[in-house]
């Protein structure tokens, strides 16, 4: 009687396994496309302009670093990227495309 | 999606099924919110009718798509804007001149086809950025550097084409004159070699610039006679150390003979670093001038009240630091030399040493440069070292002296004339600008030039950009205004927004226009459909002159 609940148990983790090498896959190429189109701006260290811009703008409040907020929905992500806010230009799909900004969202996500 | 005036739907629904048959559908791209990506980010027609629209968008991935996109273009009568990487912002990012045309989006083709480290050069294609090709060089390990713009994400192809510059070597901070050979996409849809490039078998296409016959290349920089899908470049192999040294001169008029000997030190190719004109009384690039200078100014000082202020400060009244690429002990030698020129044409005139790297720079030099670039220090900023990055855009992004940062800025860059006079004169002509035109008297009013080039000056003033209608308008007001000035004392501006490329063309009006009628003669011969780029630069196709012919 047991043996089709394992079965199907297994079958269960397989499919969880599967989605957290998914998710694990999405996030490095979220992390790729992070590190090539935002660092230079939002990373971390001196000569960031958008780093500085968000520290001016929060003061504290909220980290400086895209990488170490929490607040990130995959919707503001998207929004930033598409239509840019003052000096920060918004980026073509040729430049990051739907799928790299998913994976960008997803990796900024909280 | 608006679509591109004089053509019919049918047309264009043919032309798009051509496009997406080249390119394939994905890479086609006509819904509003794709389109809206191809807005110039620091439009100054933000929110006007005006602005400057694509009616779509397609993006090759090899040079016989580009030339099957152009085919179609020319059956159907489709406009076309060719952008790189499209991040010319502040001189038009990547919209089109004329609204409704289709962008033909060259950043798929980002390939680094060759580096050639024994001929220091290489060749690339239009979609390749700044910071591609430093981590190429960095992964490979190569001994070159790429003289790169401010902007580390523009295009090397894009920004020679718009007659970028830099900040290392004499010889390559002039980007256009960096480049050696091209491949070009016709408007009818041939492809074109320049140079050694047109000769089949020659292995000297990035070696020597010519061939035979005249040289065509300047024909596809700032213009629409052509896609360019390739181009070669000289790169500056990495020399040995750097060593930077200022010099400081006392009086006002002392500006004069400080040029004159800059430019003999240059030209004699003894300086090759890029100079950077200050004055001690300035500060760093982000420091307000103090107040009692810019109420002197604002006042109209006369030259002996500034002099007399410097002296209070302790301070000269100019400086200029010069910088020296190469062996160690030779450069040590020629900023020996150089102190002695000056010193024997200004009185007075005395010597800072500055600093030195030996090279490769190490990790911790690397961020101390870049700190100091952002604080806006007077140091060696990192383009000078072959590096690109963003830390320029610290100027307008927000920041505690800066809460509320624009929307962007227009460049404002008129050529003068490399003498002190011409500082003094174009002092005085955007002083009283600044008065007639109620622009902020720290753009202009006591300002030096710009030295990327060593046989002439440019000033570079970013106009802002900002989300009111009103405040738009008067800026492009200003700033047409602004050209129409810098023209009437026979100063011309480099490089242009499209919105004002009409205007700047018209001002290089020599003998009724010579130059703008034979651009037109030649429009007219090479894409007699007017399909290609059309307004690029105040080069209209003939059905688009408003009856000029």
Redesign the interface.
């Given at each position: 009687m047991k043996r089709p609940f394992v079965a199907i148990a297994v079958l269960g983790l397989g499919v969880a396994v599967n989605a957290a090498a998914q998710d694990a896959a999405v996030e490095q190429r979220g992390k790729e496309v992070f590190d090539y189109w935002c660092s230079?701006?939002h990373g971390a260290?001196?000569?960031?302009?958008?780093t500085?811009?968000?520290q001016?703008?929060y003061n504290g409040q909220k980290p400086a670093l895209l990488e170490e907020r929490t607040d990130l929905t995959p919707e503001l992500t998207r929004s930033f990227v598409?239509t840019?806010v003052?000096?920060?230009?918004?980026?073509?799909?040729?430049?990051i495309s739907d799928a790299d900004l998913d994976a960008l969202a997803a990796y900024l996500a909280p | 999606m608006a679509l591109p005036s004089g053509v019919s739907q049918r047309d264009f629904d043919r032309a798009r099924l051509a496009f997406e048959a080249a390119v394939g559908a994905e890479w086609v791209f006509t819904s509003d919110e794709d389109v809206a990506l191809y807005r110039d980010a620091y439009s100054p027609f933000k929110g006007e009718s005006e602005e400057r629209v694509a009616s779509a968008a397609v993006a090759p991935y090899t040079v016989e798509e580009v030339q099957a996109v152009m085919r179609a273009a020319n059956e159907y009568r489709i406009p076309i804007y060719p952008i790189s990487t499209g991040k010319n912002l502040g001189y038009g990012g990547s919209a089109p001149n004329l609204s409704g045309s289709v962008v033909l989006d060259l950043k798929r083709m980002n390939r680094i086809l060759e580096v050639n480290e024994r001929n220091a050069s290489a060749l690339v294609e239009p979609g390749v950025s700044y910071f591609d090709f430093y981590r190429y060089i960095q992964e490979h390990k190569l001994k070159v550097w790429m003289d790169c713009p401010d902007p580390g994400w523009g295009s090397l192809v894009g920004n020679a084409l718009d007659h970028g510059g830099g900040y290392t070597r004499t010889t390559f901070r002039n980007h256009f004159d960096a480049h050696c050979g091209m491949e070009v996409v016709l408007a009818n849809g041939d492809l074109l070699r320049t140079g050694m490039g047109a000769l089949p078998g020659a292995e000297t296409w990035q070696q020597y610039k010519f061939g035979v016959g005249p040289w065509i290349d300047g024909l596809f920089s700032q213009s629409n006679f052509g896609v360019v899908t390739k181009m070669g470049f000289w790169l500056m192999p990495q020399p040995d150390a750097y060593l930077t040294g200022t010099v400081v001169v006392p009086r006002y008029s002392d500006l004069i003979p400080l040029v004159d000997t800059l430019n003999f030190v240059e030209n004699s190719g003894v300086v090759n670093g890029m100079p950077q004109l200050g004055s001690p009384l300035l500060g760093g690039f982000f420091n307000p001038i103090q107040s009692e200078l810019r109420e002197l100014i604002e006042n109209g000082a006369s030259t002996d009240e500034l002099e007399a202020y410097a002296r209070r400060q302790g301070a000269g009244y100019w400086s200029c630091t010069l910088k020296f690429y190469g062996p160690e002990k030779s450069i040590a030698a020629d900023w020996e030399w150089c102190q002695d020129k000056f010193a024997a044409a200004i009185p007075g005139a005395t010597f800072e040493n500055g600093e030195q790297f030996r090279f490769p720079l190490s990790t911790e030099e690397i961020e101390a440069i870049t700190r100091g670039q952002a604080l806006g220090s007077r140091n060696s900023t990192l383009p000078e070292f072959g590096i690109p990055s963003l830390t320029m855009f610290s100027i307008g992004a927000r920041s505690a002296t800066n809460p509320n940062p624009t929307e962007g800025h227009m460049w404002f860059s008129p050529i003068i004339p490399r003498t002190g006079e011409a500082i003094i004169e174009a002092n005085r002509v955007f002083s009283e600008a600044a008065r007639e035109l109620d622009l902020p008297i720290n753009a202009v009013g006591f300002s030096l030039p710009t030295t990327y080039w060593n046989r002439a000056f440019i000033y570079l003033f970013g106009l802002p950009v900002t989300k009111d209608i009103a405040t738009n308008r008067a800026n492009r007001e200003k700033f047409e205004r602004l050209v129409k000035i810098v023209a009437e004392h026979g100063w011309g501006e480099y490089r242009t927004p499209p919105a004002f490329q009409d205007a700047v063309l018209a001002t290089y009006s020599f003998n009724n226009h010579a130059l703008r009628r034979f651009l037109e003669t030649l429009k007219d011969a090479v894409d007699p459909n007017g399909i290609l780029g059309a307004g690029r630069y105040g080069i209209w196709p003939r059905h688009l002159r408003g009856g000029r012919v």
């Open positions: 230079a701006c260290g001196p000569g960031k302009p958008g500085s811009a968000l001016a703008l598409r840019g003052t000096v920060m230009p918004f980026f073509r799909k040729t430049e | -």
